[in-house]
């Protein structure tokens, strides 16, 4: 039996993610889905229908107000990040915010100022960390099982025809492949190498500003990091991380992987013994909904897994990046 009543969330901005966090939402025991709310409330009821919401908002602020919702999920364009975590903590809610949880290091600082001045729960939403395959690989790297790690090669990429007015490519929107995509491959980068000593990246860009593709070298003391975002050509979404006993190669899509396979010594594949087979609960939001649970039932004000200072050294690794590629929003 629980010993808390039932964790109430608000969630806002009902596009693409929400809806694939809310199915997720509904594995998890001891939480409930309060309130929805959308800049259209035609849209908000849709969604509420849809999921069994009690509650439909036609504006974000309204849903800060409510005081029955314990904790917001924020899942609008990255632009917005900042204004609506600030605008929900201030309201004293806990925050689950999307990644990346803000567009440079000055506004995660300004969220997590927020989250602390509030006394309130708040996390990037990154969902990877969580993931059970990530876990356990990095659970091999600490126990030594392929030795000193020292090469990383990672992309995220596929091929996408976006308009130029979505959130993929509209530079408002803070647009472009690094911050949406190649956040995980940096995750990586930093798990299992650190932050590095120094990066070397370039960028193509599409007309609107957006980085269509961005490759970065992260060089560290002990080795090197590959790592790599776009949407212009199709990709094995693998993570490859090599060290000097042996090898780990998270398949695709490797930021929501589902097993792994670990080599040991100098050697081919051979076959599937190699693989250790971790499927995940629902699409994998699950686990960070448990953690955000978990951590607000036990009054922590940030995860242990991944803390505000984890959400800092990312956003600072894509800052340096972007300065080294030219990459600017407008209102920066
Ligand atoms: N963890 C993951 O695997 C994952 C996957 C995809 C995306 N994401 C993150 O989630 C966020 C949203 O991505 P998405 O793919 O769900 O985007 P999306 O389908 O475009 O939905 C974003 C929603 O944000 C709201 N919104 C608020 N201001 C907006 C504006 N100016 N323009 C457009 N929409 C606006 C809209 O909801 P209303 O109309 O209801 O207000 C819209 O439906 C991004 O930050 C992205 O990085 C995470």
């Known amino acids: 039996m629980a010993n808390h009543s039932p964790l109430k969330w608000g969630i806002i901005g009902l596009g693409k993610i929400a809806h694939a966090f809310v199915k997720d939402l509904l594995l998890v025991e001891d939480v409930e889905i309060s309130a929805v709310a959308s800049r259209s409330i035609e849209k908000a009821k849709s969604f509420a229908n849809e999921y069994n919401a009690p509650k439909a908002y036609g504006s974000y602020t309204e849903l800060f107000q409510d005081s029955e919702v314990d904790v917001v999920y924020?899942?609008?364009?990255?632009?917005?990040?900042a204004n609506l975590s600030i605008e929900a903590l201030n309201a004293g809610k806990h925050v689950l915010c999307e990644k990346p949880l803000a567009v440079n290091e000055q506004q995660v600082q300004a969220i997590i100022d927020a989250a602390k001045a509030n006394g309130v729960f708040m996390?990037?939403?990154?969902?990877?960390?969580?993931?059970?395959?990530?876990?356990a690989v990095l659970e091999d790297i600490k126990s030594g099982k392929i030795g000193e790690v020292n090469y990383v090669n990672v992309d995220f990429t596929f091929y996408r025809e976006d308009d130029v007015n979505s959130r993929m490519l509209n530079m408002e929107l803070a647009g472009g492949s690094l911050l949406d995509m190649?956040?995980?491959p940096c995750f990586l980068a930093y798990m299992t190498m650190g932050i590095p000593d120094e990066i070397?990246?370039?960028?193509?860009?599409?007309?609107?500003?957006?980085?269509?593709?961005?490759?970065?070298?992260?060089?560290?003391?002990?080795?090197?990091?590959?790592v790599m975002s776009g949407f212009v050509s199709q990709s094995d979404m693998?993570?490859?991380?090599y060290g000097t006993k042996g090898r780990i190669l998270i398949p695709w899509i490797w930021h929501e992987a589902q097993g792994y396979y670990r080599?040991?010594?100098?050697?081919?594949?051979?076959?599937d013994k190699t693989f250790f087979d971790l499927p995940t609960k629902g699409k994998g939001?699950?686990?960070?909904?448990?953690?955000?649970?978990?951590?607000?039932?036990?009054?922590?004000?940030?995860?242990?897994?991944?803390?505000?200072?984890?959400?800092?050294?990312?956003?600072?690794i894509t800052d340096r990046i972007r300065k080294q590629t030219g990459l600017k929003y407008p209102f920066e």
């Not at 693998?238 to 991380?241: G, Q, W």
Request: contains cysteine; hydrophobic residues 35%.
């Open 200 to 226: 070397l990246a370039s960028a193509r860009f599409h007309e609107t500003g957006a980085d269509l593709q961005t490759s970065a070298i992260f060089k560290y003391k002990h080795g090197f990091a590959n």
């Open 74 to 81: 924020i899942a609008t364009p990255h632009d917005s990040h």
């Open 123 to 135: 996390m990037e939403a990154f969902w990877s960390r969580f993931n059970p395959t990530i876990l």
């Open 263 to 271: 080599i040991e010594g100098n050697k081919g594949m051979e076959n």
């Open 238 to 241: 693998c993570a490859k991380i």
């Open 182 to 184: 190649g956040v995980y």
């Open 285 to 316: 939001f699950t686990y960070e909904i448990e953690e955000t649970k978990k951590c607000i039932q036990n009054g922590q004000l940030q995860s242990k897994l991944w803390s505000h200072q984890n959400s800092l050294d990312l956003i600072r």
